[in-house]
């Protein structure tokens, strides 16, 4: 099912719930002007049709100390199905990666990592390199945020 095929409702509870994920179904049905059980009901078929994976809280990287912001590149030697794997399987053990992504282009793979500073960067980047089949890693530092956000566009 893709959104195209939800109803403006289910669209408008995504919505609210992507900035918001505390509101309760009370204030949700207030909002959208529907009943408290339509809204239970329509919440629990978005997460059982998997429209929504998980309810998190997203914390503010300056009061938990993780404000070194980091996008490393890595390159590996081979792209064969075991390297590939391999390299996924591993990089899951690293809190320090917040997201992964294989990419297309000069390298492959792009990490977003979250470190209190250079030095927990830098044991991270030792451990990183640790890794078999790396060939380069290569990463920038954010200096300021402009825009983040969580909510896709519906």
Same mark, same amino acid.
């Given at each position: 099912?893709?959104?195209?095929?939800?109803?403006?409702? *289910?669209?408008?509870?995504?919505?609210?719930?992507?900035?918001?994920?505390?509101?309760?179904?009370?204030? &949700?049905?207030?909002?959208?002007?529907?009943? &408290?059980?339509? &809204?239970?009901?329509?919440?629990?078929?978005?997460?059982?049709?998997?429209?929504?994976?998980?309810?998190?809280?997203?914390?503010?990287?300056?009061?938990?100390?993780?404000?070194?912001?980091?996008?490393?590149?890595?390159?590996?030697? *081979?792209?064969?199905?075991?390297?590939?794997?391999?390299?996924?399987?591993?990089?899951?053990?690293?809190?320090?990666?917040?997201?992964?992504?294989?990419?297309?282009?000069?390298?492959?793979?792009?990490?977003?990592?979250?470190?209190?500073?250079?030095?927990?960067?830098?044991?991270?980047?030792?451990?990183?390199?640790?890794?078999?089949?790396?060939?380069?890693?290569?990463?920038?530092?954010?200096?300021?945020?402009?825009?983040? *956000?969580?909510?896709?566009?519906?």
């Amino acid at each position: 099912m893709s959104t195209s095929e939800l109803d403006p409702t *289910d669209v408008e509870i995504l919505k609210l719930l992507q900035k918001d994920a505390s509101l309760t179904n009370k204030e &949700i049905s207030y909002k959208l002007h529907k009943s &408290i059980a339509t &809204i239970h009901e329509r919440i629990r078929r978005l997460k059982e049709q998997g429209y929504i994976l998980r309810t998190v809280a997203i914390l503010d990287k300056k009061k938990i100390n993780k404000t070194l912001i980091a996008f490393s590149q890595v390159l590996l030697n *081979d792209h064969t199905a075991d390297t590939l794997s391999t390299f996924e399987r591993e990089i899951l053990k690293f809190p320090e990666v917040m997201e992964c992504f294989q990419m297309t282009g000069t390298f492959d793979f792009i990490l977003r990592v979250a470190t209190r500073d250079m030095e927990e960067y830098h044991h991270f980047y030792r451990k990183l390199g640790t890794l078999p089949r790396i060939t380069s890693v290569q990463s920038f530092f954010v200096l300021s945020e402009t825009k983040s *956000d969580t909510a896709y566009p519906l």
